[in-house]
């Protein structure tokens, strides 16, 4: 089964190809405290743009359902940026205490928050 979670109500039709680079993102502690506080319930206002924080309040209950039976995250690696017209999105493999792992995405940052932020089961290759 294949799980998509998606907290950016921004298109993501903009994306070019993947390029991975030697350099760790900059973006995995906001993600990472995005998805523990999903996980709790909540959505970091101060991290998350408008649309960004009216999707993820829109769906956080099924969100935080969805986190909590993935575990705990065990580990977070950075694989790389896309470029998309609204600015770039670090993409991550995220992997959690249940066994799960996700690949997410976190960028577009407008006037210091994030635009987009979303997660798909599997790796970035599938």
């Known amino acids: 089964m294949r799980i998509s979670l998606l907290l950016a109500g921004v298109a993501m039709a903009g994306l070019t190809a993947f390029s991975a680079s030697a350099q760790d993102g900059q973006y995995a502690p906001a993600l990472t405290r995005m998805l523990t506080e999903a996980a709790a319930g909540t959505c970091p206002a101060d991290l998350m743009a408008d649309e960004l924080l009216a999707a993820c309040q829109g769906q ?7 986190l909590n039976s993935l575990g705990e995250i065990e580990t977070m690696t950075y694989l790389g940026t896309e470029a998309t017209p609204e600015g770039p ?11 799960a792992t ?25």
């Open 60 to 66: 956080i209950d099924a969100m935080a359902s969805g």
């Open 89 to 99: 999105v670090e993409m991550y493999s995220v992997v959690f205490s249940g066994g």
């Open 102 to 126: 996700m690949t997410w995405g976190i960028g577009q940052i407008q006037d210091g928050k994030f635009r987009a932020a979303f997660g798909t089961m599997g790796s970035a290759n599938e």
